[in-house]
């Protein structure tokens, strides 16, 4: 899940100097942020970017190879664990996503 955040912020942000990576935790969770300053994502493909096979890149952008099943995959291991996934994006600007987990499952 980490490496997969990871990885996707550094093949989007091709001009990019930093990624950059925030881990907090409190007695009941631990959140990751990972925040680049790429490509960004349409506002109107924000809903969809969790999709299983959905891939937000314009025809023009197709040199960033993918299938489409990581973020979905990140998604359902998130789940899984009775956490949240939220991200915010902006194009040109760069995306961030965040993941809350439990401490504890309930």
């Known amino acids: 899940m980490v490496l997969n955040l990871i990885s996707n912020a550094i093949k989007y942000s091709p001009g990019a100097n930093t990624i950059e990576v925030d881990i907090k935790a409190s007695e009941e969770a ?4 990972v925040h680049d300053q790429g490509i960004g ?3 109107e493909q924000h809903e969809k970017i969790f999709e299983r096979f959905y891939r ?5 952008q197709r040199a ?3 299938l489409g099943m990581g973020l979905y995959i990140v998604a359902e291991i998130v789940k899984y664990h009775g956490g949240s996934i939220t991200m915010e994006s902006e194009m040109g600007k760069g995306s961030t996503f965040q993941v809350t ?4 499952r309930t």
């Open 41 to 43: 994502i349409p506002q």
């Open 101 to 104: 987990l439990p401490l504890k």
């Open 64 to 66: 960033f190879p993918g």
């Open 56 to 60: 937000a890149v314009a025809p023009h």
């Open 30 to 33: 631990v959140t990751l942020s």
